[in-house]
């Protein structure tokens, strides 16, 4: 059997001396931080490889979870692949940016057990480690994770032959600025949002792109979501859909008290600050559904994009307009969507 992560012998060369690849036949820009820098991975579109390196994660306490480990273990050995690491553990107990303080080992690809959230917490768990990650829904909705139980053996098959494509996702960074300093540093993949909070009254918020003043929000709160976030919370509060491998920031205001204001998409080259001259008593600034801080009077709330790339593995059982139609009945109506609703209590 070839070693870890070897291309068969029809093609020749060790990957890891290759520059890795996002799509088939797009070089990934090479990095210059080592702050930065993506952990090496020998997973490439339109090779067959054998002996990938896999790190299998879930959430922890949940039923069913250590027994899907257990039978995706059993199905990657089968396919001459080997499982490096294993964590199953609780929600809180993932943080931001450990896979080194964990004991990570170097690997090739990562298989998350659980829901979009555990979708979530892996990639702030990687930080700027990313590694390719395959999605095993074991939850209610499966967006992100988006192969099913009765699917990963039809997945990791073609993962095996090459036939699988790495989808880009943006990360971004916020920072809460206060006293001319850094209070707050967050990586995050669906959106950063400003909620008004109790005592539940309007509150103002001044956007600047790379420093010149766009407009103000007088509202509940804003969105700031990635094209991955925009089929979550944006969209719960009428953001538009946005493809989830372009580069773009999704601006969704909560509740404005204009007709003017509506969402609006720009690209996520730019640099967006969010200023709050008079936060309410429970204003808040929240991440992926993470609180980040209580606001003060003039905190400052920047928005841009991260370096790191997300990144999704995707077979040929799954795309994105049939996963918008199955998973969030686009085109259908409640009964539609309602139909395709997986079972288990998983996230």
Not at 100 to 107: L, S
Not at 265 to 275: E, F, G, I, K, M
Request: hydrophobic letters at 40%.
């Amino acid at each position: 059997m070839p070693k870890r992560g070897q291309h068969r012998a029809s093609e020749g060369q060790d990957a890891r001396s290759e520059r890795p690849t996002t799509r088939l036949g797009q070089p990934r820009p090479a990095v210059t931080s080592q702050h930065t820098r993506m952990t090496s991975s020998t997973l490439h579109p339109g090779r067959a490889t054998t002996g990938l390196g896999c790190i299998l994660v879930g959430p922890g306490g949940l039923a069913g979870v250590e027994h899907e480990a257990d039978r995706v273990a059993a199905l990657l050995a089968a396919g001459g692949h080997e499982v490096v690491a294993r964590r199953i553990a609780p929600r809180d107990e993932w943080g931001e940016g450990r896979f080194e303080a964990d004991g990570m080992p170097a690997a090739d690809l990562v298989v998350v057990l659980g829901g979009d959230g555990s979708i979530l917490r892996t990639a702030r768990w990687m930080g700027y480690r990313q590694l390719p990650v395959l999605g095993v829904n074991l939850g209610t909705l499966g967006f992100l994770a988006d192969v099913s139980r009765d699917e990963v053996a039809a997945a990791l098959a073609e993962i095996g032959t090459g036939r699988f494509r790495l989808i880009d996702h943006l990360l971004f960074e916020c920072e809460l600025h206060r006293g001319g300093g850094v209070l707050h540093r967050q990586l995050g993949l669906n959106e950063t949002s400003i909620l008004a909070g109790p005592p539940f009254s309007m509150i103002e918020m001044r956007l600047l792109v790379d420093g010149d003043l766009a407009t103000t929000y007088r509202a509940d709160g804003l969105i700031v979501s990635t094209p991955v976030g925009s089929t979550a919370y944006s969209l719960s509060a009428g953001g538009p859909i946005v493809r989830k491998d372009l580069d773009a920031f999704i601006f969704t205001p909560l509740s404005p008290h204009t007709l003017t204001n509506r969402p609006v998409v720009d690209s996520a080259a730019r640099t967006y600050d969010l200023v709050v001259p008079r936060p309410n008593a429970g204003s808040a600034c929240v991440v992926d559904g993470r609180v980040v801080a209580a606001l003060e009077p003039g905190d400052r709330i920047r928005v841009r994009r991260a370096e790191p790339r997300f990144t999704l593995v995707e077979t040929s059982l799954h795309g994105y307009y049939p996963t918008l139609r199955e998973k969030l009945g686009w085109g259908g109506g409640v009964r539609a969507a309602e139909g395709q609703r997986p079972e288990g209590p998983a996230s």
